[in-house]
């Protein structure tokens, strides 16, 4: 099995810079307990606040081979005046590789369109940076794979086949991402055949699928070797539960033993 890529999506915690080391310290103990047998690696979004810190404790240690920086968001332009907004320029010069694009709180909660999510994916593009490009419905229902047509189109919109390959997809269903009221669990089954549709429609406009998919969605110890002993699963955004230092360890362990 190929190694899979764990994201941990850190939304607004820890709400310390000291914690965050401490979340850091554990994951950076593991890794040396694991010696050779690394069967992931991994990527940390902080919030913008403890970003460049959070970058300086990556390049440290076990977590050095390990271990990437990313970012939770990006500004659509890169020099322009937005106040609040953290451009593509600033992030690449802290040494984030990664960015996530569109998550589902950005986009229910704050109104982000697919129209925003595809200048800020294209930002991410110009900043030679990986996006993260996060995409799911907000109910299962009949019209599910509809709706993931649509928002491929918008989101993708005017980007080349090879922009489109160097993405990589979290299939995202909203309906189970634990901060939303009524939230319940998915199943591998329903997540592979979501990211089935995904590479269809991407085949089916661009003739071409990227080639990472990643599930989110409440993943936590319970869930998570489910999903990814699934092969076409290559690995996992993991929200509340990356930053819960043991909780996180335990998943790493668990995917250490796929
Ligand atoms: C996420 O932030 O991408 C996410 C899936 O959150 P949670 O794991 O907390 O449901």
């Not at 401490?22 to 994951?27: A, F, K, M, P, Y």
């Not at 920086?69 to 990664?98: C, F, N, P, W």
């Not at 229910?108 to 996060?134: F, H």
């Amino acid at each position: 099995m190929s190694k899979k890529l764990i994201v941990a999506n850190w939304k607004m915690l820890p709400t310390t810079l000291a914690e965050a080391e401490g979340v850091l310290d554990l994951i950076n103990d593991y890794l040396e307990l694991l010696n050779e047998k690394k069967e992931f690696s991994l990527v940390f979004c902080p919030s913008f606040v403890f970003i460049e810190e959070v970058g300086k404790i990556l390049k440290t240690s076990h977590l050095e081979h390990e271990a990437e920086l990313g970012a939770q968001d990006i500004a659509v332009e890169d020099e322009t005046a937005l106040t609040g907004e953290v451009s593509g320029a600033m992030l690449q010069k802290l040494g984030v590789r990664y960015v996530i694009i569109g998550h589902s709180e950005r986009r229910w909660k704050l109104g982000e369109s697919d129209q925003v999510v595809n200048q800020k994916l294209k930002s991410a593009i110009r900043n030679d940076m990986v996006p993260i490009v996060c995409m799911g419905e907000r109910e299962r229902d009949e019209n599910f794979s509809k709706f993931l047509e649509k928002q491929i189109t918008n989101t993708f919109e005017g980007l080349t086949s090879d922009e489109i390959s160097r993405c990589i997809i979290a299939y995202e269903p909203v309906w189970a991402i634990s901060t939303n009221p009524g939230a319940h669990s998915d199943t591998p089954q329903s997540a592979l055949e979501s990211i089935s549709v995904i590479k269809e429609v991407f085949s089916k406009i661009y003739h071409l699928s990227p080639k990472t998919y990643l599930y989110g969605g409440s993943v936590n110890s319970k869930n998570v070797a489910n999903f990814l002993k699934e092969e076409e699963i290559n690995g996992v955004l993991v929200g509340g539960a990356s930053v819960n230092k043991e909780e996180f360890v335990k998943i790493l362990s668990l995917v250490s033993k796929l």
